[in-house]
């Protein structure tokens, strides 16, 4: 959202101070130590739950073998596994605060963590080796090669009367110091820098560094500068890649400027820097302080879930899929089963994937990282307020909804392609702030206070109340029969966390088996150019029955979507000079889709969908490939807003009739997923049994089947049903609700 707010917190809140240590496990954050004025520092240790903004005071216990760690500031604290390891820092002498007297400190505690909340107390570990010299405002990270499972400490750089620029390491396991000899160019020395890791990669951004005079560092009592130079350190071949150098110009403002006292965060592959000051030593006055969020992406995104199916209709697909931290858009790609005329007579021009994510104002970049040591800048960028806009084409629809999953085709004679909904039986976490949205490192612009939270969440209420979308056309073979008392097997689906309102058809034919053997072309009287339809054809073409073979056929474009789902309707042809390009590869530009021609979608004719997430770096690879099949008119939509009402000994299940029956509701059938022996051999597979069937609207689940219901672990726990209608053509899509259940339940059915 790009929106900072300010948490009512409460509990045991700790006074302001600087300098400290700080370190997030999970939803909890501890803080140790800093300045909480001028000489006088603290060794206090605050514990912070984020899911409820609740401060707490802790006590650790002494370690056995020495004092606990004195108040300090500028030391280093940080967490792997259960356990927090702090280094060094400063202290003052004297116990007079007004008369401050520096003590530069290089002792090594251990704070051990209980799990959840609380800790256990400190300890001062027995090391080997050289322990590194006295400091503060150094940094120290933890990394853990994959390949070999021995967690290490590396300390960075730090003030001692001057700054350093030392490198030091501690193997974890065995408490080992040692000095690692490097290659490439060390930074300079400094402190109050940052270091975060990424990968296998230390970055180490800004900070305080020595003023050079022609060429020449000054002395350690010389002048003294905030930096904005950036390298990495490649931690498994200690060798130093510089990235900004500290004398690069930068007249287009397209870096972070000189900073020092600044935090850096890492979410996933992107790293974040906010805040600090810049100015010189002896000019404390002239002093600034930033303002300014900036970001890094410093690899492509990784591969998204399987597109999943919300809703079918006759021309038009819901799909969704799973997020991607941190990136820009998504590139959807359809492969129509029938192959679509070609287009001929239109330029193939293309333009860079992170122009089209720019185009709100922020610069960009067209250069991975990996090569930046070639190239003059990083590929950095601003994250602006004014770049929420949808990056999507004008003529493609999205869907905007909460974060979750649903999973779409199934295999057989329950309800097979489904509506999703999920109600929530007891309380749960309320997410906070979204990420950025903005394009690769550039200033993010942030506005005035507000929170956010997940859509769709219903927490504490035993009667909840879903509402899907209006109901749509679905596809059901003319020889489906439901299966009477007795157990369907079909994939697994399931939601992430929150209310998925969407309707899919029902199709009793296995569509790959069918995709294979013949496709047929579709007429080009379909193609338009222009402006979205914002409305669906009710009229099915005509489909001459032309086969063509199977390598004829092509991955189009869809568009660019901001967020995780869109509404298909359409796609894009590609020019004929470029009808060779089989599949769009990682880094491929993306085409201007303002010369592009359309195709709309064909009823009963099955498109295979994929995905790419899209960053700074370009687009990721795409995600495994996902199969459906657009409705024929004539079967009922899905029944709608789902009621569970929990009771003693039973629950009591209601529905609303479909908003689109088509004809006449003869029936309707629930069912429940159920335990199996084939659920352990296939836990993908859910196996249902029907548990009602008949004309109302609303049954009874008695606590002899709930005993015997399957509780899904896809996402949230949750006991899942389906409900569907027939009219005089047969089963419409189904509406399947995933009743979240809490451990305990879940834990007991």
Same mark, same amino acid.
């Given at each position: 959202t790009?929106?900072?707010f300010?948490?009512?917190?409460?509990?045991?809140?700790?006074p302001?101070?600087?300098?400290?240590?700080?370190?997030c496990?999970?939803?909890?954050?501890?803080?140790?130590?800093?300045m909480?004025?001028?000489?006088?520092y603290?060794?206090d240790?605050?514990?912070?739950?984020?899911?409820r903004?609740?401060w707490?005071?802790?006590?650790?216990?002494?370690?056995?073998?020495?004092?606990?760690?004195?108040?300090?500031?500028?030391?280093?604290?940080?967490?792997?596994?259960?356990?927090?390891?702090l280094?060094g820092?400063?202290a003052?002498?004297?116990?007079?605060?007004?008369?401050?007297?520096?003590?530069?400190?290089?002792?090594?505690?251990?704070?051990?963590?209980?799990?959840?909340?609380g800790?256990?107390g400190w300890?001062?570990?027995?090391?080997? #080796?050289?322990l590194?010299?006295?400091?503060?405002?150094?940094t120290?990270?933890?990394?853990?090669?994959?390949?070999v499972g021995?967690?290490?400490?590396?300390?960075?750089?730090?003030?001692?009367?001057?700054?350093?620029?030392?490198?030091?390491?501690?193997?974890?396991?065995?408490m080992?110091?040692?000095? &690692?000899?490097?290659?490439?160019t060390?930074?300079?020395?400094?402190?109050?820098?940052?270091?975060?890791?990424? #990968?296998?990669?230390?970055?180490?951004?800004g900070?305080?560094?020595?003023?050079s005079?022609?060429?020449?560092?000054s002395?350690?009592d010389?002048?003294?500068?905030?930096?904005?130079s950036?390298?990495?350190?490649?931690?498994d071949?200690?060798?130093?890649?510089g990235?900004?150098?500290?004398?690069?110009?930068?007249?287009?403002?397209l870096?972070?400027?000189?900073?020092?006292?600044?935090?850096?965060v890492?979410?996933?592959?992107?790293?974040?820097?906010?805040?600090?000051?810049?100015?010189?030593?002896?000019?404390?006055?002239?002093?600034?302080?930033?303002?300014?969020?900036?970001?890094?992406?410093?690899?492509?995104p990784?591969?998204?879930?399987?597109?999943?199916?919300?809703?079918?209709?006759?021309?038009?697909f819901?799909l969704?899929?799973?997020?991607?931290?941190?990136?820009e858009g998504?590139?959807?790609?359809?492969?129509?089963?029938?192959?679509?005329?070609?287009?001929?007579?239109?330029p193939?021009?293309?333009? &860079?994937?992170?122009?089209?994510?720019?185009?709100?104002?922020?610069c960009?970049?067209?250069?991975? &990282?990996?090569?930046?040591?070639?190239?003059p800048?990083?590929?950095?960028?601003v994250?602006?307020?004014?770049?929420?806009?949808?990056?999507? &084409?004008n003529?493609?629809?999205?869907?905007?909804?909460?974060?979750?999953?649903?999973?779409?085709?199934?295999?057989v004679a329950?309800?097979?392609?489904?509506?999703?909904?999920?109600?929530?039986?007891n309380?749960?976490?309320?997410?906070g702030?979204?990420?950025?949205?903005?394009?690769?490192?550039?200033?993010?612009?942030?506005?005035?206070?507000?929170?956010?939270?997940?859509?769709?969440?219903?927490?504490?209420?035993?009667?909840?109340?879903?509402?899907?979308?209006?109901?749509?056309?679905?596809?059901?073979?003319?020889?489906?029969?439901?299966?009477?008392?007795?157990?369907?097997?079909?994939?697994?689906?399931?939601?992430?966390?929150?209310?998925?309102?969407?309707?899919?058809?029902?199709?009793?034919?296995?569509s790959?088996?069918?995709?294979?053997?013949?496709?047929?072309?579709?007429p080009?009287?379909?193609?338009?150019t222009g402006?979205?339809?914002?409305s669906?054809?009710?009229r099915a073409?005509?489909?001459p029955?032309a086969?063509v073979?199977a390598?004829?056929?092509r991955?189009?474009d869809?568009?660019?979507?901001?967020n995780?789902s869109?509404?298909?309707?359409?796609?894009?042809?590609l020019?004929?000079?470029t009808m060779?390009?089989?599949s769009?590869?990682?880094?491929?530009?993306?085409?201007?889709?303002?010369?592009?021609k359309?195709?709309d979608l064909?009823?009963?004719?099955?498109?295979?969908?994929?995905?790419?997430?899209?960053?700074?770096c370009?687009i990721?690879?795409?995600?495994?490939?996902?199969?459906?099949k657009t409705?024929?008119p004539?079967?009922?939509?899905?029944?709608?807003?789902?009621?569970i009402?929990?009771?003693?000994?039973?629950?009591h299940?209601?529905?609303?009739p479909?908003?689109?029956?088509?004809?006449?509701?003869?029936?309707?059938?629930?069912?429940?997923?159920?335990?199996?022996?084939?659920?352990?051999?296939?836990?993908?597979?859910?196996?249902?049994?029907?548990?009602?069937c008949?004309?109302?609207?609303?049954?009874?689940?008695?606590?002899?089947?709930?005993?015997?219901?399957h509780v899904?672990?896809?996402?949230?726990p949750a006991?899942?049903?389906?409900?569907?209608?027939?009219?005089?053509?047969?089963y419409?899509?189904?509406?399947?609700v995933?009743?979240?259940?809490?451990?305990?339940?879940?834990?007991?059915?």
């Open positions: 790009n929106q900072w300010l948490p009512a917190v409460r509990g045991d809140i700790p302001g101070c600087a300098a400290h240590g700080f370190v496990d999970g939803t909890r954050i501890l803080v140790f130590g800093g909480v004025e001028y000489g006088r603290s060794n240790l605050y514990e912070l739950q984020a899911s903004w609740l707490k005071k802790v006590k650790p216990q002494a370690p056995s073998n020495g004092s606990p760690p004195c108040p300090r500031l500028g030391h280093s604290f940080s967490l792997y596994g259960n356990k927090c390891y280094f820092g400063l003052n002498e004297s116990e007079d605060s007004n008369n401050n007297v520096p003590r530069y400190l290089n002792d090594f505690y251990e704070l051990e963590l209980q799990h959840g909340s800790v256990v300890s001062i570990p027995v090391t080997k #080796g050289i590194p010299s006295p400091r503060e405002s150094h120290a990270i933890v990394y853990c090669r994959k390949d021995s967690p290490k400490m590396f300390i960075f750089g730090g003030m001692c009367g001057c700054r350093l620029n030392d490198l030091w390491e501690l193997d974890i396991e065995t080992t110091w040692s000095r &690692p000899e490097t290659k490439g060390v930074p300079l020395p400094r402190s109050l820098h940052t270091a975060n890791v990424i #990968g296998n990669k230390m970055y180490v951004f900070g305080w560094v020595p003023q005079t022609g060429g020449e560092i002395a350690p010389g002048e003294w500068k905030c930096t904005g950036f390298s990495y350190l490649n931690l071949t200690t060798e130093w890649i990235l900004i150098s500290d004398c690069q110009e930068d007249k287009s403002n870096l972070p400027g000189p900073r020092a006292g600044h935090c850096a890492a979410v996933g592959t992107r790293l974040y820097i906010w805040s600090g000051r810049d100015g010189y030593r002896k000019a404390w006055n002239n002093q600034v302080c930033c303002k300014d969020l900036w970001y890094l992406d410093t690899e492509r990784q591969a998204p879930s399987q597109v999943q199916l919300i809703r079918a209709t006759t021309n038009s819901q969704k899929w799973d997020e991607v931290p941190t990136v998504y590139l959807l790609q359809l492969h129509a089963d029938s192959p679509v005329p070609t287009v001929a007579g239109i193939g021009t293309g333009i &860079p994937e992170t122009s089209v994510l720019s185009s709100q104002g922020g960009s970049l067209h250069q991975s &990282p990996q090569s930046l040591p070639s190239v800048y990083p590929e950095m960028k994250d602006h307020t004014s770049q929420t806009n949808n990056l999507i &084409p003529n493609v629809q999205v869907a905007l909804s909460s974060n979750s999953k649903v999973e779409g085709k199934e295999k329950a309800p097979e392609n489904k509506v999703t909904q999920e109600t929530m039986k309380h749960g976490d309320a997410t702030l979204k990420e950025s949205n903005a394009s690769s490192l550039l200033p993010v612009c942030t506005s005035s206070a507000q929170t956010s939270a997940n859509i769709g969440e219903l927490h504490d209420l035993d009667k909840q109340s879903v509402n899907p979308d209006a109901s749509v056309s679905s596809t059901v073979s003319s020889t489906q029969t439901m299966v009477t008392q007795q157990a369907v097997k079909t994939e697994s689906s399931s939601t992430n966390g929150a209310v998925v309102k969407d309707e899919t058809s029902l199709t009793t034919f296995n790959k088996s069918e995709a294979a053997e013949t496709a047929y072309v579709m080009s009287a379909r193609v338009s402006q979205t339809n914002d669906h054809s009710s073409p005509q489909r029955p086969p073979k390598r004829d056929r991955w189009y869809v568009g660019i979507f901001k995780n869109a509404v298909v309707s359409q796609f894009y042809l020019p004929e000079e060779n390009i089989n769009k590869t990682e880094g491929a530009d993306v085409p201007d889709y303002r010369l592009l359309k195709q064909f009823p009963g004719t099955v498109y295979r969908f994929r995905v790419a997430a899209i960053n700074g370009g990721g690879p795409f995600s495994k490939i996902s199969e459906f409705c024929i004539g079967f009922p939509g899905a029944p709608s807003t789902v009621k009402t929990k009771s003693v000994d039973c629950i299940l209601s529905w609303e479909p908003a689109s029956p088509s004809g006449n509701i003869l029936e309707y059938s629930a069912y429940l997923a159920i335990r199996s022996t084939q659920l352990q051999e296939n836990p993908s597979q859910l196996v249902f049994m029907r548990i009602y008949g004309l109302k609207t609303s049954c009874i689940v008695t606590a002899a089947q709930l005993s015997n219901a899904d672990y896809t996402s949230r006991i899942v049903f389906r409900i569907s209608a027939k009219n005089e053509r047969g419409g899509p189904a509406t399947q995933r009743w979240l259940q809490d451990m305990k339940t879940s834990g007991s059915k």
